[in-house]
């Protein structure tokens, strides 16, 4: 069994930044491509970034690509995602996810995941 605990989300105003952190404990880390989902009220939840067990392979949402970043670090048993450039419509809460299936885009495409964190809210004004 995976416990995954976020950290890092908060307030801040559109063009600014922030870092979430997710930390794993309680399994074989490296076996799972880690990632992010997000949902805003009154919406699904939304694919956001996928990062491969071995950290070679990402993969993005379109409405992030080229101002997020995810990152793992297999030693520690963490994943980031570097937010920069933040708009208002990223406001939402941003879930960290891990499953074992290792083509990222079929990873992005569904939620059936095996392990999901209880999330972290970002805020971004305008």
């Known amino acids: 069994q995976v416990q995954l605990v976020e950290s890092g989300g908060g307030w801040v105003q559109a063009g600014g930044s922030l870092r979430l952190s997710c930390a794993a404990s309680?399994?074989?880390?490296?076996?799972?491509?880690m990632g992010w989902f997000r949902q805003a009220p009154g919406k699904e939840r939304e694919f956001v970034a996928v990062?491969?067990?071995?950290?070679?392979?990402?993969y993005y949402a379109e409405s992030v690509k080229g101002r997020f970043t995810i990152s793992r670090d297999n030693a520690k048993n963490t994943v980031a995602l570097q937010m920069n450039n933040l708009k208002p419509q990223d406001t939402a809460v941003y879930y960290c996810?891990?499953?074992?299936?290792?083509?990222?885009?079929?990873?992005?495409?569904?939620?059936?995941?095996?392990?999901w964190g209880q999330g972290t809210q970002v805020t971004v004004s305008s």
């Open positions: 996810t891990a499953d074992r299936e290792r083509m990222l885009r079929r990873w992005a495409s569904r939620i059936e995941h095996d392990y």
């Open positions: 309680g399994g074989t880390f490296s076996n799972y491509a």
């Open positions: 990062i491969s067990w071995s950290g070679g392979s990402t």
